[in-house]
């Protein structure tokens, strides 16, 4: 079976970095995404890695190490309006719309 | 606006009544989804459609029934549920092939679904 592993909840300052881990377990690896999702709104994808290292987009990095199946995605800066639910997903197999797997999800609140 | 649209918003139900939800796509995709999201869980998907063929989930009940007239257009028929389907039924398209644009969902608001 697929299985992902996130923090379910967070909590950080206004202005601080916080760092949000995912490990996985599936039977093949063709990437790791990451969706941000506010109350009442739609996921929104945030990144994407199939190699490891550190993809950086604006105040939004992740990381991948294929070796430990995990990864991270870090928000520096962080402003209130980045309190939202954060998702990974694992592709497992190259092809294939039903190979996409999601975590629980991680909780961040931002306070002031 | 994300190019993904979904209504009914909020849809309350009693068990015996028959009602569907509606999702269309303005971004060309080929592939269209039907996830369902509840409370501490991870999205379960439900329905894949790709190039308009269905790829089977035989974990859903047969009580939830999907339809792809077209690319652009999901529907999920439902039919006498139970108070546990009460959850957040979200739609995605995507653009299936080996490149990045597999990997990107592109997501509705999704339809509050409550079933009394």
């Known amino acids: 079976g697929q299985s992902l592993e996130q923090p379910s909840e967070v909590t950080a300052v206004e202005g601080a970095i916080v760092q949000i881990n995912c490990t996985y377990q599936t039977s093949g690896f063709y990437g790791l995404s990451w969706y941000q999702q506010h109350d009442g709104g739609a996921p929104t994808f945030l990144s994407y890695?199939?190699?490891?290292g550190l993809e950086e987009t604006g105040r939004f990095s992740s990381f991948l190490s294929r070796s430990d199946s995990y990864g991270y995605l870090l928000l520096q800066e962080l402003q209130m309006k980045d309190s939202a639910s954060y998702f990974c997903a694992v592709r497992s197999d190259q092809t294939g719309a039903n190979n996409l797997f999601f975590g629980t999800g991680t909780r961040l609140t931002v306070i002031p | 606006e994300t190019g993904v649209t979904q209504t009914p918003r909020h849809l309350v139900m009693g068990m015996t009544n028959k009602k569907s939800l509606k999702c269309e796509q303005h971004l060309g995709h080929n592939a269209m989804y039907w996830y369902k999201q509840s409370a501490k869980k991870p999205l379960e998907l439900m329905f894949v459609y790709s190039l308009e063929e269905r790829v089977e989930n035989n974990s859903v009940p047969s009580r939830f029934s999907p339809e792809c007239p077209n690319s652009s257009h999901l529907f999920l028929h439902l039919h006498t549920l139970q108070p546990e389907d009460s959850a957040l039924y979200l739609c995605a398209s995507s653009q299936e092939g080996r490149g990045l644009g597999a990997n990107v969902l592109t997501f509705g608001a999704g339809s509050r679904l409550t079933v009394l």
């Open positions: 890695n199939a190699l490891d």
